[in-house]
């Protein structure tokens, strides 16, 4: 995924129909949250083993829906609060790396 390329669409597409007003991060982590609770939603009943059949049963398209909505908000909160995704998924990785070494 080209982080800085959706997240360019994404504001455009927010400036364009006035949304940026509220396109705070309070607004955006709220309605982050809201989208990885539907997400959840899909979830909650399932078996262990149901869950990993999800993709092959008639809640695909809603996971895929509720998995795009989770992305665009985090896109749009790391865009208005200037954080570069990229660069702190990779510290985060090589901090999770030393956390947590192998066994072997």
Excluded: C
């Excluded at 994404?10 to 955006?28: G, I, S």
């Excluded at 909505?69 to 208005?80: C, E, G, P, W």
């Amino acid at each position: 995924m080209n982080v800085e390329h959706w997240q360019e669409q994404l504001r455009t597409f927010a400036e364009e129909r006035d949304w940026l007003q509220f396109h705070t991060p309070k607004n955006l982590a709220m309605a982050l949250s809201v989208e990885a609770s539907e997400l959840l939603e899909i979830f909650q009943w399932l078996t262990p083993e149901e869950s990993l059949q999800v993709m092959s049963g008639e809640s695909a398209d809603a996971v895929r829906d509720e998995l795009a909505d989770i992305a665009i908000y985090l896109l749009r909160l790391t865009d208005v609060l200037g954080v570069q995704l990229d660069d702190e998924v990779a510290r985060k990785f090589r901090r999770n790396k030393m956390r947590f070494p192998t066994s072997g």
